[in-house]
Each structure stands twice: as C-alpha cells, then as structure tokens.
C-alpha cells in the first residue's frame, strides 16, 4: 500500500521560510517521478514544482521560480520541498504526489497523493 504523508506546513511571515517534507511508503522512490501541487481557498489545484526520476530534472511554476526548491533522497524515501522569500499568494494546501510515468505528474494526474499540508503566509 502506497502512502505519502506531507508534514512542515504552518503559519509564516511573509519572506519566512519553510520545509515541506513527504515520507513516501509502499514504493521505490527511485523509480517514481513526484511533484508538488498546492490549491488556494477558491481557486483550482496548481503544479508548483516536479522532479524526474531519470536524471532528477525539475520543474517548477512560474511564480515560485528562485524560490522554492524540490529534492529528494530515495534511500529515505523521501521528498522536500524549500520554499523561502515567502508570499501571501503561496498561502494553499500543499499536496507530494508521485507516479511511475512522468507525463502523469507534469500534466497534473498522478496515481499517488499525499493528504497535504496548510501552508499560511500571513502577517
């Protein structure tokens, strides 16, 4: 059974920083394509940022570029996500997923989810 549980989410100032992490169980994480997805209160879901499991190539939305960071060490299995110089428009439910294909994840379907994180950036 495929489990992923997201943990690090809270409440942070704006241009605060914050650790998302996503323990992965059930899957060789190595051989699984996972990404970062976040939905505002009103608004549909979004890809944040995506990491191939070839050549650990990444992808990330336009307004988090240079400011969040996806890794992941598949002998822990696990995923991150840093996010610095946060912004009240970050402020979602982040959710890790992951995938055996990669198309799965960069188009936003991915067979496996996470049950999210709240991340509120607030003053």
């Known amino acids: 059974q495929v489990q992923l549980v997201e943990s690090g989410g809270g409440l942070v100032q704006p241009g605060g920083s914050l650790r998302l992490s996503c323990a992965t169980s059930g899957l060789i994480l190595e051989y699984y394509d996972v990404g970062w997805f976040r939905q505002a209160p009103g608004k549909e879901r979004e890809a944040v940022s995506c990491m191939s499991s070839r050549d650990d190539s990444a992808y990330y939305e336009t307004s988090v570029k240079g400011r969040f960071t996806i890794s992941r060490d598949n002998a822990k299995n696990m995923v991150y996500l840093q996010m610095d110089n946060l912004k009240p428009e970050d402020t979602a439910v982040y959710y890790c997923?992951?995938?055996?294909?990669?198309?799965?994840?960069?188009?936003?379907?991915?067979?496996?989810w996470g049950k999210g994180t709240l991340v509120n950036v607030s003053a």
């Open positions: 997923a992951s995938d055996r294909h990669h198309r799965a994840v960069v188009v936003g379907t991915p067979l496996y």
